[in-house]
């Protein structure tokens, strides 16, 4: 934790993660601020303005008081403008640092995407030495990546500290786009059509543990210092526990740590064996690393630059939940909480991944010739179809971070709110 109060100001705190963010920050009692296109809550101060006009946001960063900006701000994926993504996300981004360098604000966290790293293709259990693609997959990604680069290559700029945070699949109570969407599929009757074999595995991310991940990261966004041979150790060497917050814990039982099970004569060291059981297993071997792992030590000898993985300044961290899921599972899952009386009504009509691709070509040219926006998209069949799933090991060492909700959870928690706020007669 930062030894100074801090005072925040997240700009984008009245969309869905960036509220998120706020009610963390006043759930442990922080000064927080929000500075945004649209206000919807009154609980914080709010400045209202446009993110590219550095004058504006300026000014907030002064009458706001604000030592750490957490920047959310972006358009949603899928608009037709592509203009805006390059006005909002990169020369909005470059305002938002021009400001901070100005009045002095040190800390910078930014909202990227785990979006930066895809052009299609699979993506199976990566981390953050993968380089973007050369070509990328839309000027969303295109735009957020840009605007990592410039936040990254602002950190000890007059004092300015930043660090970019990559979550991938955001889902949870507020949500507008992924599971509005997921509802609305289901809603128009059309929850049996399965696109490609569901064999993919695909990160979802439950909302709080995104907005976790950003507290965390504002709190050790500080000066880098020398580690000792024992700090690093101590850092690196202990292998990491499964996340099981889903599935829980499942202890393997061993000759040495086992339950006694049925027995004629009890053994001479069953309270041995028993207590062996219940204690917290042992995480495995001490993990050995070569200079070939993103977090070895010197990681320079294989880095392109001086960048030091170890320390969270000028860095890139994936946040996921770390329970990668098959994709059609999940969306499976909401659709059984969200009707669990009627829902599945039919059998499950699986087309191939190309006949997909035919099928979203054909409605492309349709809504094309039409005027109107076609809902099934080469996008979406690209998207349901790929492995994308990602390696957080260098979040949860750094930034110890830890996933503070289950997916299942996390399911549960987003369905007790859509349920109410996709109703008809809801005013929210």
């Known amino acids: 934790m930062s030894g100074s109060r801090e005072s925040y100001i997240v700009i984008g705190g009245s969309g869905f993660l960036g509220r998120h963010i706020v009610e963390a920050l006043l759930a442990r009692g922080d000064v927080v601020s929000v500075f945004d296109i649209m206000q919807r809550?009154?609980?914080?101060?709010?400045?209202?303005?446009?993110?590219?006009?550095?004058t504006q946001v300026s000014e907030a960063l002064q009458k706001s008081g604000a030592t750490c900006i957490i920047h959310t701000a972006s358009p949603p994926h899928g608009i037709e403008d592509p203009a805006l993504y390059w006005k909002v996300n990169v020369d909005g981004t470059k305002a938002v640092i021009a400001a901070a360098v100005a009045n002095g604000v040190k800390k910078l966290v930014y909202t990227s995407s785990a979006g930066v790293v895809f052009n299609g293709e699979d993506l199976i259990d990566v981390d953050e030495r993968l380089p973007f693609p050369t070509k990328p997959l839309d000027a969303y990604n295109e735009s957020k990546a840009t605007a990592e680069d410039v936040v990254l290559a602002a950190n000890d700029v007059d004092g300015l500290l930043t660090v970019a945070l990559r979550p991938a699949g955001i889902f949870g109570p507020g949500d507008r786009q992924a599971v509005e969407g997921i509802a609305k599929v289901l809603k128009e009757g059309k929850a049996h059509f399965q696109i490609g074999d569901n064999t993919n595995l695909f990160d979802w991310t439950y909302v709080g543990n995104?907005?976790?991940?950003?507290?965390?990261?504002?709190?050790?966004?500080?000066?880098?210092?020398?580690?000792?041979?024992?700090e690093i150790d101590e850092l690196l060497e202990p292998a990491l526990p499964a996340i099981d917050l889903t599935v829980g814990h499942h202890r393997v039982p061993t000759s040495a740590a086992r339950p006694l099970g049925p027995y004629v004569t009890r053994?001479?060291?069953?309270?041995?064996?028993?207590?062996a059981f219940a204690a917290p297993a042992s995480?495995?071997?001490?993990?050995?690393?070569?200079?070939?792992?993103?977090?070895?030590?010197?990681a320079r000898a294989l880095a392109p630059d001086d960048a030091d993985p170890l320390q969270v300044a000028g860095q890139a961290f994936f946040i996921t939940n770390g329970e990668p899921v098959y994709f059609w599972d999940f969306?499976?899952?909401l659709w059984r909480m969200l009707e669990p009386e009627t829902y599945p009504a039919r059998k499950t009509v699986v087309l191939p991944r190309t006949v997909g691709f035919l099928l979203a070509t054909a409605s492309e040219w349709w809504g094309w010739l039409t005027?109107?926006?076609?809902?099934?998209?080469?996008?979406?069949?690209?998207?349901?179809?790929?492995?994308?799933?990602?390696?957080?090991?260098?979040?949860?060492?750094?930034l110890g971070y830890e996933p503070q909700i289950g997916l299942e959870e996390g399911m549960r928690r987003t369905v007790e709110v859509s349920i109410e706020c996709l109703s008809p007669c809801c005013g929210c």
Not at 283 to 298: A, Y
């Open 210 to 230: 995104v907005a976790y991940a950003h507290l965390l990261a504002a709190d050790k966004l500080v000066p880098p210092t020398e580690k000792s041979d024992a």
């Open 267 to 275: 053994p001479p060291n069953a309270d041995a064996l028993e207590a």
């Open 371 to 398: 005027g109107h926006e076609p809902t099934f998209t080469r996008f979406r069949v690209t998207f349901t179809c790929a492995q994308r799933y990602h390696n957080i090991e260098k979040a949860r060492r750094v």
């Open 283 to 298: 995480q495995g071997r001490t993990v050995v690393r070569s200079r070939f792992d993103q977090l070895s030590v010197p």
């Open 331 to 333: 969306m499976r899952g």
């Open 41 to 54: 809550y009154d609980d914080v101060p709010f400045y209202m303005g446009d993110i590219s006009d550095e």
